[in-house]
């Protein structure tokens, strides 16, 4: 098995740093820091991070064909003028679920929105994962009885949805229709073991293999979904390790997130990078992210 290792770009110290978005146009990586409600956006160049507050804890921040960003938050769906701070609302599938938020959302290749939530207990079956087609028609719940909605990915030929729910410690496999953005036959292909932390957020790479970032796990894996196998080992100086994503000029680099959350007080001076964002070149790239198309 591949060993490898990352640097810090970023010393964010962000309680829980979540949801890597590569940008292409504005050449910059969006991503939230839950707990306390930030947008950011970081220019990999310049090394410069902008943030933003919004209205509640936030779960992921796209952007958009209209050049802003949808998040997913405590309150539902929201457009967000990151320059301007205006936030509009748009829906919230789990309106009175006061114990439930938004977590991790992608889109497919089409540019649907798929979001999962969470609830703060995270009570099993409590949680779903929606598909946003457009801010004009509700979010159509996909899956349910779900523990914790993450990491999502789709095959290069978009008839492979990947998603994992992270109380189940797997990776799911389900047939995607892509002209309808409906899943089918899903089944377990990657099982996590317990020593190895919690499978968080996901992304694919050109060839096809799954990387995964591993809570309480100090690290991102890489895996063949057709049969099971880790190949390859990103190796961080923390702990709890929750998404990645392909980005750059040629989708070579991989930026990947971290917590300070779920560390025990001695723990924090042992981790003095938890909750920063770091860089990998694994030696293979991956794709760009896809715009909100709505």
Known sequence: ???????????????????????????????????????????????????????????????????????????????????????????????????????????????????????????????????????????????????????????ADAKTMYYIDTGSRQVDALDFDLETGTVSNRRTIIKVPEEMGKPDGMTIDQEGMLWTALFRGGGVARWNPATGEQLAMIELPVTNVTSCCFAGEKYEDLYITSARAGLQESQVPEQPLAGGIFHCRPGVGGFPSVRFAG
């Open 1 to 155: 098995m591949e060993k490898l290792t990352a640097e810090c770009v970023l010393d964010a110290k962000a309680l829980l740093a979540e949801g890597p978005c590569w940008d292409e146009p504005r050449q910059c990586l969006w991503w939230v820091d839950i707990e306390n409600s930030i947008v950011n956006c970081f220019d990999p160049v310049t090394k410069e991070n902008k943030s933003r507050e919004v209205n509640s804890h936030v779960g992921f921040a796209i952007p958009t064909s209209q050049n802003d960003l949808i998040l997913g938050t405590f309150n539902g769906f929201y457009r967000l003028d990151f320059e301007t701070g205006g936030e509009t609302p748009i829906s919230n599938p789990e309106a009175g679920l006061d114990r439930n938020r938004f977590n991790d959302g992608k889109c497919d290749p089409l540019g649907r929105l798929w979001g999962g939530t969470l609830s703060y207990d995270r009570t099993p079956g409590d949680a779903s994962l929606y598909c946003l087609e457009s801010t004009e028609k509700p979010a159509r719940r996909v899956i349910e009885n779900v523990t914790t909605s993450n990491g999502l990915a789709w095959s």
